[in-house]
């Protein structure tokens, strides 16, 4: 079970207190406690104003997807300025010893949780996060991945939620998951002359090239992100997989500063077949105040296309700017305001078809006001004017999610 997230440079302003975890609720091994480490545990901060703990909008906050938490005897999580591992498959279940700063002076509490819906999500709770310039953190596991503060998050790094050739990150699907996921594209009818499907998610993957392509998957989802799903993988054998989901909710702020990007793309298709890209996958941010500066990116993965100078697809970009295949006949990703992956072309003198490229994924704002403050710098893509990237209000009380819509 292996999920691979990306974190560049994370800073939460925070306090660091004494490490302590707790026991999965799903009987999957019981995690260390701060005292079999060496460490003490501090008592949690005041809440006093400035202090990461805080609990501006907590008192009534309800996150989505999860019941409320307690976040008593819980401090502050500092992330080091080094690459590191979060593994939910471990002897002690969900793990950031890895990743800590200070590994003897940070509380927190890991478990793996279920959804509304069954599903499974491999949550962590602590007073606040901080993940420091210079990390890169890599999460392995197959789950979709949440981060419950009761205080504020800041984001000065990046957060990538799928960067693993091996396996599918953050619930992100692959192509050996059956059909590749709720929205995975399909293959052509044969190896070379008929391109793969792009993965859907928000946004539709595209169509292969050729007399007899593959397709791209269902359009699935709620515009709400309730569930917590990851994006699905193109056609093919070789289709790209699916981007990742992740959930921040914070009782105070989330803060993404001008270098900051949390980026769920979907992969580049593999040359093999053809393949078609992966969708994007799912953002869900919800605090008091939302303020972005710097990148929230669930962009499509392009198709693939032998070429002579190049056999390799990108990825969703971390921008506005889609991912470009590596020929003339591969389609490219969704971004910015074009939300469905580009059809695949045939190359008639080489019979050779291209795959096409992955669809937008989901992105959800919810606040106090209902309305997240975008400086001049910050990038949303899927854009905020299309349906795959919207606002709401945080809420008191879970609610319904919505029925999967396509945008247009």
């Not at 026991?23 to 104003?49: H, V, Y």
């Not at 003897?104 to 007073?127: L, P, T």
């Not at 169509?207 to 699935?220: H, K, L």
């Not at 809420?395 to 029925?403: R, Y």
Request: charged share 15%.
């Amino acid at each position: 079970m292996k999920l691979r997230i990306t974190v560049l440079a994370l800073l939460i302003t925070t306090t660091t207190l004494a490490c302590q975890v707790a026991a999965p609720s799903d009987d999957r091994g019981a995690n260390e406690s701060a005292a079999s480490r060496g460490g003490d545990a501090k008592a949690p901060s005041s809440g006093a104003k400035g202090d990461p703990g805080a609990t501006t909008a907590a008192g009534g906050f309800a996150p989505s997807n999860f019941s409320k938490p307690s976040f008593a005897g819980l401090g502050e999580v500092r992330f080091k300025k080094d690459e590191c591992e979060i593994d939910n498959d471990t002897e002690k279940g969900p793990d950031l010893s890895d990743c800590l700063a200070f590994d003897d002076e940070v509380a927190w509490r890991g478990a793996i949780e279920k959804q509304v819906d069954g599903s499974e999500v491999m949550v962590f709770h602590a007073r606040a996060f901080t993940v420091q310039a210079g990390s890169v953190v890599h999460v392995h596991s197959t789950l979709p991945i949440a981060f419950l503060a009761e205080g504020d998050v800041r984001i000065d790094g990046t957060i990538a939620l799928n960067d693993s050739l091996e396996a599918a990150s953050g619930g992100g699907f692959g192509p050996e998951s059956g059909r590749g996921g709720p929205g995975g594209g399909t293959g052509g009818a044969s190896n070379n002359a008929d391109g793969a499907g792009g993965g859907s998610h928000c946004g539709k993957g595209g169509t292969g090239g050729g007399s007899r392509p593959g397709v791209g998957g269902a359009v699935y989802g709620s515009p709400e992100v309730r569930p917590l799903v990851g994006g699905s993988a193109g056609g093919g054998k070789s289709g790209g997989r699916g981007g990742g989901a992740i959930q921040i909710s914070a009782g105070g702020s989330i803060a993404i500063g001008v270098s900051g990007a949390v980026n769920a793309p979907g992969d580049g298709g593999e040359l093999l077949f053809e393949g078609g890209g992966g969708s994007g996958g799912a953002i869900l941010l919800e605090a008091g105040e939302i303020t972005i500066a710097g990148v929230v990116a669930a962009n499509g993965g392009a198709g693939n296309f032998e070429s002579s100078s190049s056999w390799t697809a990108q990825s969703g970009q971390a921008s506005a700017s889609p991912a470009i295949g590596p020929g003339p006949m591969a389609g490219n990703g969704s971004a910015g305001t074009n939300l469905h992956g580009k059809d695949g072309s045939l190359d008639a003198a080489q019979l050779r078809a291209g795959g096409a490229g992955g669809g937008a994924g989901r992105i959800r704002f919810n606040s106090r006001s209902g309305s997240v403050t975008l400086s001049s710098s910050a990038v949303v893509s899927p854009s905020l004017d299309t349906g795959c990237a919207t606002q709401g209000k945080i809420a008191s009380s879970p609610s319904s999610p919505s029925s999967p819509s396509s945008p247009e």
